[in-house]
């Protein structure tokens, strides 16, 4: 089924109908409570304002770094396509996601990791409400996660929430190019010059 096709029914799916339809797509879709949503629903416009280069430099970026200073160390770091169960009616995939110590999945495909560790989301016009709203509620009630970063892509601007107890997040904003994030559940540093390398911003945007 095609993502305009899914956006526009009200039918209802199962996991298993989810799983069996994704694993069969070449698109990518979350699902949230028995709707199957796609992940970009205005991709086209966004890639016509440069949205879709900026978004994967930043993600790659972020993946780059990450990888390197895990190299070695009991931890794995997935970019885009790996999916992630939030919790049971909830499905969903991170820009990046790193899991430490022993991955955990759904079944033998091995597609649907349970315990994540840190997820990046980089926010776009089509998904930044969802992503700062009830998705990030959703990512603050993971039992695993312990750091969040969510990344604008039109300005210097990294919120970088961090696990304190259950039921509370401690929130850290960077808008300085020159500033260094610590990402303390994985031991690992990345400067907000390093997130957005190579990354131009359009003059109307402001910075």
Known sequence: MSQQ?????DKLYTVEEYLALERASEEKHEYIDGK???????????????????????NGN?????RNQLKGKNCETYIS???VRLKPNRYGYPDVVVVCGEPQF???????LLNPTVVIETLSASTR???KTNKLEVYQKTDSLKECL???QTKFRVEHYIKQTPTQWLLRI??????????DSISCKITVADIYAQVKFEAAEGN
């Open 129 to 131: 409400f969802r992503d």
């Open 150 to 152: 969510l990344i604008e």
């Open 81 to 83: 396509d790996m999916r």
């Open 5 to 9: 096709n899914l956006a526009r029914t």
């Open 36 to 58: 199957i949503i796609p992940l970009r629903e205005d991709y086209d416009v966004e890639a016509m304002a440069g949205a879709s280069r900026r978004h994967n430099l930043i």
């Open 174 to 183: 960077y808008e300085n190019a020159a500033e260094t994030i610590t990402l």
């Open 106 to 112: 759904a079944d033998d495909e091995f597609d649907v």
């Open 62 to 66: 972020v993946f780059g770094e990450l």
